[in-house]
């Protein structure tokens, strides 16, 4: 295995609450609300050759999913995005992850924390394929339904049971787990949404209860423009027996084939392999725009 380099051992620039500072410097106090009541928002972006695809979308999720928490981030969309451009200039790196973070600071403890300030970060890092030979297995917890929590923001709280899950995964031997929602409908993955190919259409589950995203949203773009039809619905869990193919998406999946489903096997077909040369082809012409 790989050495561990630590994210606090490293070296860079990132851009905190306005200005860029050393990697190293990017801290915060051990009392801040964001780590005891998970009152933090964050955000996943892909640059290719130094151009982050969909910024103004990420940057507006980022004070969408802070809205939703109660608070708002101190920054518009188009500031965000400058900042997102700094960072990513100055790292050096144009191909590469991007991690912008909203949170509530070290003001106040307590639940009630209304006067605490939004302090809001930006990293930047290498960082390659997020999966491999994608295997899954159904997971330990469902997703919570929408008067359970506030789903439609990616706030860090609700990846807690995303760890837990993708941990008891792995230790199975899978690479991650497959998520069912609170109705037993299929959800996600931990990091990505999920697409079935059957009989030569596209189906995918409905996203009311987890996030819609980007990536799920320009992939159903692209098959609907090569001509496949795609059907958002709910899905049992049953119809995985039927599908000939599947693959994830999202900011660090991009689009990748999911190789099995517990005792299920799935090939790497023509539809899954189609979709992700198109959405090669649209990052690489984003790269190459001037
Ligand atoms: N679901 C979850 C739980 C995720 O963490 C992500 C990654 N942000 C996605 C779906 C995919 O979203 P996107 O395509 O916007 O990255």
Redesign the pocket.
């Known amino acids: 295995m790989a050495e561990i380099i630590p994210f606090d051992a490293r070296d860079g620039t990132i851009w905190l609450n306005g200005e860029l500072v050393a990697w190293r410097d990017a801290t915060l106090h051990v009392l801040s609300h964001g780590l005891h009541y998970a009152s933090c928002v964050f ?2 972006e892909r640059a290719y050759g130094g151009k982050v695809f969909k910024l103004t979308e ?1 940057s507006q ?1 980022l004070i969408d999913s802070g809205k939703l928490l109660g608070f708002d981030v101190p920054y518009t969309a188009a500031e965000l995005d400058a900042a997102t451009r700094a960072v990513i200039a100055e790292n050096g790196a144009p191909d590469c992850y991007v991690r912008p973070v909203a949170w509530r600071g070290s003001e106040q403890m307590g639940v009630s924390a209304q006067k605490s300030k939004i302090n809001v970060a930006i990293a930047s890092w290498e960082w390659g394929a997020y999966y491999s030979d994608l295997t899954l297995t159904r997971a330990l917890y469902q997703r919570p339904a929408p008067n359970t929590a506030p789903v439609k923001s ?1 706030a860090a709280g ?2 807690m049971i ?1 760890t837990i899950c993708k941990h008891a995964a792995e230790a199975k031997g899978f690479g991650d787990a497959l998520m069912l929602d609170y109705r037993g409908y299929l959800a ?6 999920i697409f079935l190919v059957i009989d030569g259409a596209i189906h995918t589950p409905t996203p009311d209860c ?2 819609d ?4 949203r ?1 992939v159903i773009e692209l098959a609907k423009k090569r001509g496949y039809e795609v059907i958002e619905r709910h899905i049992m869990p049953e119809e995985l027996d039927q599908a000939q193919e599947i693959f994830v ?5 991009e689009v990748t084939p999911v190789r099995a489903i517990d005792d299920r096997h799935y090939q790497v077909g023509a539809v899954t392999g189609q979709l992700i040369d198109d959405f090669r082809a649209l990052t690489r012409t984003l790269a190459a725009t001037a």
Request: proline letters at 0%; glycine letters at 16%; charged letters at 20%.
């Open positions: 955000e996943g990420h999720r990616k609700l990846y995303c996600e993955t931990t990091g990505a949404n987890f996030l995203g980007i990536t799920r320009t998406t999202g900011t660090a999946a």
